[in-house]
């Protein structure tokens, strides 16, 4: 018992996302709402969630009004852990008519949180999760965004609650380069520098170049889903090649819950992710 003996609530919470046997996290993104509103399937919020948390994920990534509406679907022992999105992104891709490039180059331009540590812990979260956006048009824009992870991981580790930062290539400096290793590798460092307790970001499209940003890591690295596939192979395959580079498990938002059956990608997933 005594190397736990320094373990803190942010630990303890923390290993509540990871597997006992397999130490990987399959984790769902049910967060979009925020930013994108309703989409197909997901118009019904409180039934889609009830059938992703039936799918068994270790993890459920929601927003904080989800997680007030929706709390009472996580107050069961062995329920999945709810992870609150603090903070948020204008998605112009919700308004029609708008050039794809000027969609694409605001892509992550504009942000601002949402909620305090404190704030979603009370509400019932165990974990929350925050964008570092790198490749802002504006250098000025990436130091706030900075200042904002990094208050947030002192705010969380008073509360007890680990910070995931969901470190992603966006805005007009990287229209093009959204899987970079390097530039990849560096966001989940600063990610990690910053006092990030885990990090959600892009996986590279090969496991060789994704070890790079593995390697870079001190904390625990999970890849995000990206857009949806037509069909399992895909995230499959790319589930593989992240977790034989080192990755921890995975954040899958629309791969799941847009899937023909999300209860059948769930159970896909968890049999790659934790070798059942």
């Given at each position: ?5 320094s373990?803190?609530?942010?630990d303890?919470?923390?290993?509540r996302?990871?597997?006992r046997q397999?130490g990987r996290?399959f ?12 989409k197909?399937?997901?118009a019904?919020?409180?039934g ?8 068994n994920?270790d993890?459920?990534?929601i927003?904080?009004g989800?997680m007030k509406?929706a709390g009472?679907?996580?107050?069961f022992?062995?329920a999945p852990v ?5 903070d948020?992104i204008f998605?112009?891709?919700v308004?029609?008519g708008?050039?794809a490039?000027l969609?694409?180059t605001?892509?992550?331009?504009h ?6 540590p404190?704030?979603?812990a009370?509400?019932?979260a165990e974990?929350?999760?925050m964008f570092?956006?790198?490749g802002h048009r504006e250098?000025?824009?990436?130091t ?5 992870v990094?208050k947030a991981a002192q705010?969380?580790?008073v509360?007890g609650i ?8 966006w805005?007009s400096r990287v229209?093009?380069n ?5 530039l990849?590798?560096f966001g989940?460092?600063v ?5 990030a ?7 590279t499209?090969d496991?060789e170049?994704?070890k790079?940003?593995?390697a870079?890591?001190p904390?625990?690295?999970?890849v ?6 037509d ?6 395959d790319?589930?593989r090649g992240?977790l034989?580079?080192g ?5 899958y938002g629309?791969n ?5 059956d999300p ?14």
């Amino acid at each position: 018992m005594e190397r736990f003996a320094s373990l803190t609530g942010s630990d303890v919470r923390l290993g509540r996302l990871f597997d006992r046997q397999s130490g990987r996290s399959f984790i769902t993104a049910f967060d979009h709402g925020v930013t994108g509103g309703p989409k197909g399937a997901s118009a019904d919020a409180l039934g889609l969630l009830a059938r992703i948390i039936d799918g068994n994920p270790d993890g459920i990534l929601i927003s904080p009004g989800m997680m007030k509406q929706a709390g009472s679907l996580f107050a069961f022992r062995g329920a999945p852990v709810p992870i609150v999105r603090a903070d948020w992104i204008f998605n112009y891709e919700v308004f029609p008519g708008l050039p794809a490039k000027l969609q694409a180059t605001d892509q992550g331009e504009h942000y601002d949180v949402l909620c305090t540590p404190a704030e979603a812990a009370a509400l019932g979260a165990e974990a929350i999760t925050m964008f570092l956006i790198v490749g802002h048009r504006e250098g000025r824009a990436f130091t706030d965004n900075v200042r904002a992870v990094a208050k947030a991981a002192q705010q969380a580790r008073v509360v007890g609650i680990p910070l995931i930062v969901e470190s992603v290539l966006w805005g007009s400096r990287v229209i093009d380069n959204k899987q970079d290793p390097e530039l990849l590798a560096f966001g989940a460092r600063v990610a990690a520098e910053l006092g990030a307790d885990a990090i959600k970001t892009a996986y590279t499209g090969d496991p060789e170049t994704m070890k790079q940003v593995v390697a870079g890591s001190p904390v625990p690295v999970l890849v995000l889903g990206g857009a949806r596939a037509d069909t399992p192979e895909p995230v499959l395959d790319a589930t593989r090649g992240a977790l034989a580079a080192g990755a921890k498990g995975v954040v899958y938002g629309r791969n799941v819950w847009q899937a023909d059956d999300p209860m059948v990608m769930c159970g896909l997933l968890r049999d790659v992710i934790h070798g059942k």
